[in-house]
Each structure stands twice: as structure tokens, then as C-alpha cells.
């Protein structure tokens, strides 16, 4: 019979009678073989269910998933993984003798019914062993650990994800708290550094940020011990090793803050002690200046600092359009002065009120008033006008300070008007200098009645023409965006002193530029813009912003680039006449504002906001 002609059943019977001519120590081997190659094929194909680190939700791009480990605490009882390696290795050997001794006679086994038992029973324990322990030790301790997280570290953190993967999160690295400048306290005497300037002359920057952060020389000394940039260029090394000890803060965060402006040493030797703590470099801001804007009859160019993109362009379409007029805009002065309100406490309200009364007496007026300019060679005490809650009185203190802003100036002088209130009523007590009803730094009604700063109205009248050929729209269209959004839509939202467009938006630009508080934009962004259309049928627009606080002199307005800003509109320093400067730059502001109160409003009217901001706030797609 040829091969071809041979069935499936008769190939598997010639099959079987080869392997029955096999020796039984060939056959065993193959057996013996085969179940360890099988045990480790089981022992190795687990799914391990941790995600890859940098991993999310949505796929991961690295190629090399590794996972996260979560030590266990040292405090915690630690496995006794070499039990289990000695295990492993005895009932492998075990095994492997067994089936030697097996196979060597294995005739005489078979036929011994009890020793066969004793075999099989051996063999049985070795392959559940195999089955279910054997590979244990070669599992990475870290893994099992963080697949375990103890219930006692509260450091170890799950995140869970589908109710079927979990995240092992590193834990947050926590720095402790950091000296602190001596701002204020009650020590009369300042702390001292245990190092001179002369020890640092020969150390190297990263030798001396690594005494910072080993906290053996305090971060606020470093410009007592260095000179000023060198103190900068330290306090990024220290920072720059603070950061990187970080697990979820970039260490290179620093790398793009520049540190290096033009005339660096007397740059940052103008900062310290004026205008920042802790300094480690500077933000460039984009300053773009808009203009010509006739204000006053004179002609005034105003630098604006900011990143958003077309609110330079808008404000100087309102420059255009307004100064196309016969009149320009026009800009009165209505009060000046900044404030103060102490918290007073007295022993009852009847005293209180005894207080209140006797402020409001004018000859007791004068002594306060006296007082108070003993403190100051420019500011003048305008007012002192008390109110009365229980036994609190809040004494809002009204000063003339020249060309400065004003708050030291007349935190100053509230502390000397205290202290004659003080001979007057001996159970006063001063609870805060600054009660709120200043009001500094937050919307208030009492800045929006009363004015703090500079109180300024400002007009315009724009021919119909121009409205139509620069605005795009109509001198109806806008005065009804006017009194439907910001009058109507302010009151529907409870404004207090935000019946305008975006006032704070031109504010704020030019507070940067100009080194004013940006914070003081709050309340200096107060404004009512008011739109009609007049019997000829042009646009009368105004501005009325009651608390314009700006200064020409101090603060951020020392430091070049903001001195180069009042340059450009000619109020740098203090005017010829007191408050002169100060006055001028808070009419530039509030006209401004108008400018860009015309520009937003015209871009509502006539559809066009969105188009704008697409041509001017948004850069086009990199090819």
C-alpha cells in the first residue's frame, strides 16, 4: 500500500506505536519538559493593569510605558521575599528528583501500587505549588507594594479611572513654609545675618543659593549680602532647585522670565526696597501708544501696556474719531483728594456718636487738620467726616497729595489724627487703620458717590459723518447700544460704578504703562458713559470716572520704562504747580477711556466686534 493511499486514523495508529517504542525515561522528559515550559508561559502572560506613566484617558504617546511605584514606609513591616526565593528553589529540586528517581525505575513504580501513590501525590502538590506560587519572587517587590497601597500611609494615592484601571500618583512633594521678610512686628531689633558681604566676594552664585536653601541665609538678605542683580541671579538658582524638586512643576519655568534688562544693576537697585520683595526677574508686556487725541486743546499721545490683542487699535479709532471733531474732548477736574477711614472704637455708642459730633465742629476740624499736615510738606486734610455704627466710628479722611497717588501720605497723617483724637477721648481705641470705608481696592459705593483720587467729567461732540466714515454706524444705532447695555443691562446687574463698556480695560493699560497700583483699577475704573444725539443730529458723548487714582511721583513711576511712558505724555515727576501732573495724567485717562467706550460701543452697533478681534487678536495658523 503506497503512502498516498494511507487514511488519517491508519497515520495516528503508526503515530502511536512509535511513541509506545519510545524508552519511558525519553517520554518522562518530554513530560517533565513540557509542564515547566508551560508553567512559566502561564506565570509570565499576566495583563499588568497599571497605567503607563504620562498616560491618560485617551492613549499615550511613549513608546516605553513605565510604570509609577509608590515606596512603602519604612515604618511598615517589609515582606520576607527571600522565604519565598529558598520555596521556590526547594520544590523545583524537589521536583526534578522525584521525576529522576521516577524515571530510573519506573517498571518497577508502576507495578507498586503504594509508591505510585506516594508519587503522584508529591507530583500533585508540586504542580499546584507551580501553578499558583512559583514565579512570586521574581514579581518586582515596588509593583506588588503599589498594587497594595497600606491603609495606614496616607501618602499612598489611587485614582481611579472606568472602575477598571488605576492611576498610582506619585505624592506631591511639600515645601515647608518660607522665612519671611520682617515686614512688620513688634522687635525692636532687626535680625542680623551671621555673614558679612566679604564672605560671599569669592563664592560661587550656586554655593551661595545652596546656603539659601539649606535656610542658612535668609532669602529677604541676599540684596544686604550681594548687590542687587547678583542677589536676582542667585534667587533663580534657589528657585530654579526649588521647582525641580517638584514633581509636578516644570524646573525650567524660569528659563524664559528674563533677568537681564538694559542697565540691569541699576535697574533692580531701583526696585529694592520700592517696588518688589523676592525679586527674580521681570514680565515685558507690549506697550503700544495711541493718538494723536486732542484733549484740551493740546495734542497728547498715551502709551497703553497689554496683551490684548485689538485694544490698542479700538482706542485709537476713538482717538481718530474724536479728534476729528470741532472740539476735541474736553476735561474737567471735579475734586481731588485720597482717603483714609481709621476704625475708631469707643467704651459705648453714646460716646461714639460724642466723637462723631465733635469732629464735625470746624474749630475741632482745625486741630485735626493741623495735625495731620504736621506729617506732610504737600498733602492737605480737605475733610474729616465721621460714621457712626454702635460703638465703631469710621473716620473718612480727605487729603490733597500733590502729585503723589497719596496712601502713605495719608495713612501717615491718619495715624497723627488719631493720636489727637486719642487726647480728646480716652477710651478710643484704634482697631485698623484702614476700616473699608476708604474704600481701597474694591467696588464701593462710597467711591462712586463720594469720589476718591481724581473726579473727572469728560465730553465730545462727533459730527454724524464721522460716525458713519470712522465708527461704521449711526449716531442712533450707538446711543441705543449705550442706554440698552450700559445703562439698562449695568442696573439690571446691580453695578455699582460699571455703567460702562470696558473702562477698566484702557484703565488698567495705562496704569501699567505708567507705573500706577493695577489693583487701584477697581475703583479707578468707576465710569458712566452717557450718549445723545444732538438737534443736529451729531453724537455728545461723555465720561464721568469719580476716582481716578493716579500719581506722577513714587511708586512704580520712579522706574525707567514707566518714567519713559509719562515722558511720552508729558507728566514725568512733579508738575510746577502742586498736583499739576497728577491732575493732567487723570484727564488723559478719563479721556482715554472715552476713546475706547466710543470704539467698543460703535463695534456693537454696527455687528463688527467679533471680526475685529478676529483680525487683530488672533495670529493666523503656522504653515
Not at 498733602?379 to 500733590?402: D, Q
Not at 444732538?534 to 455728545?540: A, F, H, K, Q
Amino acid at each position: 500500500m503506497t503512502s498516498d493511499m494511507l487514511t488519517m486514523g491508519m497515520r495516528l495508529d503508526a503515530l502511536i506505536s512509535k511513541a509506545e517504542a519510545l524508552p519511558s525515561t525519553v517520554v518522562y522528559g518530554i513530560l517533565l519538559l513540557t509542564s515547566v515550559a508551560f508553567s512559566f508561559i502561564i506565570l509570565n502572560s499576566g495583563n499588568p493593569t497599571t497605567i503607563p506613566e504620562n498616560s491618560s484617558r485617551t492613549g499615550y504617546k511613549n513608546p516605553i510605558p513605565t510604570k509609577q511605584k509608590i515606596a512603602r514606609s519604612p515604618n511598615e513591616p517589609q515582606p520576607k521575599w527571600h522565604i519565598l526565593t529558598l520555596l521556590n528553589c526547594a520544590m523545583v529540586v524537589g521536583f526534578l528528583a522525584s521525576v529522576g528517581k521516577f524515571a530510573s525505575d519506573a517498571t518497577c513504580y508502576l507495578n507498586d501500587t503504594s509508591t505510585m501513590l506516594v508519587f503522584l501525590i508529591f507530583w500533585s502538590v508540586c504542580l499546584c505549588y507551580f501553578f499558583g506560587f512559583l514565579g512570586i519572587s521574581f514579581v518586582d517587590p515596588d509593583d506588588m507594594i503599589a498594587d497594595s497601597p497600606s491603609e495606614t500611609n496616607p501618602q499612598h494615592i489611587v485614582k481611579k479611572i472606568d472602575n477598571s484601571r488605576v492611576i498610582k500618583a506619585t505624592p506631591k512633594s511639600i515645601h515647608p513654609p518660607a522665612s519671611s521678610t520682617p515686614v512688620c512686628g513688634t522687635s525692636s531689633k532687626p535680625t542680623q545675618s551671621k555673614f558679612s558681604p566679604k564672605d560671599f566676594d569669592l563664592l560661587p552664585d550656586a554655593e551661595i543659593a545652596e546656603l539659601v536653601i539649606s535656610n542658612q541665609v535668609k532669602d529677604h538678605q541676599l540684596e544686604k549680602l550681594l548687590n542687587a542683580t547678583r542677589a536676582v541671579m542667585v534667587r533663580r538658582l534657589v528657585f530654579h532647585g526649588k521647582l525641580k524638586s517638584l514633581n509636578n512643576a516644570n524646573p525650567q519655568a524660569l528659563a524664559n522670565l528674563p533677568s537681564h534688562p538694559p542697565e540691569c544693576s541699576a535697574w533692580y537697585d531701583r526696585i529694592h526696597g520700592a517696588n518688589c520683595e523676592i525679586v527674580t526677574g521681570y514680565i515685558p508686556i507690549p506697550v503700544g501708544i495711541v493718538g494723536p487725541l486732542t484733549l484740551n486743546n493740546e495734542t497728547v499721545y498715551i502709551p497703553m501696556c497689554t496683551t490684548e490683542g485689538c485694544l490698542v487699535a479700538s482706542t485709537n479709532r476713538g482717538c481718530k474719531a474724536i479728534s476729528s471733531g470741532k472740539m476735541g474732548a474736553v476735561s474737567t477736574l471735579l475734586r481731588d483728594g485720597i482717603t483714609r477711614a481709621p476704625c475708631l472704637r469707643f467704651s459705648s455708642a453714646q460716646r461714639a456718636a460724642q466723637a462723631a459730633l465733635w469732629v464735625e465742629e470746624p474749630e475741632n476740624f482745625l486741630q485735626l487738620k493741623h495735625a495731620f499736615e504736621s506729617t506732610t510738606s504737600f498733602g492737605k486734610l480737605i475733610s474729616a467726616n465721621p460714621t457712626v455704627a454702635g460703638r465703631n466710628v469710621y473716620l473718612r479722611l480727605k487729603c490733597f497729595s500733590g502729585d503723589a497717588m497719596g496712601m502713605n501720605m495719608v495713612s501717615k497723617g491718619s495715624l497723627a489724627v488719631v493720636d489727637t483724637l486719642k487726647t480728646v477721648f480716652d477710651d478710643m481705641a484704634l482697631i485698623a487703620l484702614s476700616g473699608n470705608m476708604c474704600t481701597d481696592k474694591k467696588a464701593a459705593a462710597t467711591n462712586w458717590i463720594e469720589g476718591r483720587g481724581k473726579s473727572v467729567v469728560v465730553e465730545t461732540i462727533i459730527s454724524k459723518e464721522v460716525v458713519q466714515s470712522t465708527l461704521k454706524t449711526t449716531v442712533e444705532a450707538i446711543c441705543k447700544v449705550n442706554v440698552n447695555k450700559n445703562l439698562i443691562g449695568s442696573a439690571m446687574a446691580g453695578a455699582i460704578g460699571g455703567f460702562n463698556a470696558h473702562a477698566s480695560n484702557i484703565v488698567t493699560a495705562i496704569f501699567l504703562a505708567t507705573g500706577q497700583d493695577p489693583a487701584q483699577n477697581v475703583e479707578s475704573s468707576n465710569c458712566i458713559t452717557l450718549m445723545e444725539e444732538t438737534p443736529e443730529g451729531d453724537l455728545w458723548m461723555s465720561c464721568t470716572m469719580p476716582s481716578i487714582e493716579v500719581g506722577t511721583v513714587g511708586g512704580g513711576t520712579s522706574l525707567p520704562a514707566q518714567s519713559a511712558c509719562l515722558d511720552v505724555i508729558g507728566v514725568r515727576g512733579g508738575g510746577e504747580k502742586a498736583g499739576e501732573n497728577a491732575q493732567k495724567l487723570a484727564h488723559v485717562v478719563a479721556a482715554a477711556t472715552m476713546a475706547g467706550e466710543l470704539s467698543l460701543l460703535a463695534a456693537l452697533a454696527a455687528n463688527t466686534l467679533v471680526q475685529a478681534h478676529m483680525q487683530h487678536n488672533r495670529k493666523p495658523a503656522t504653515k
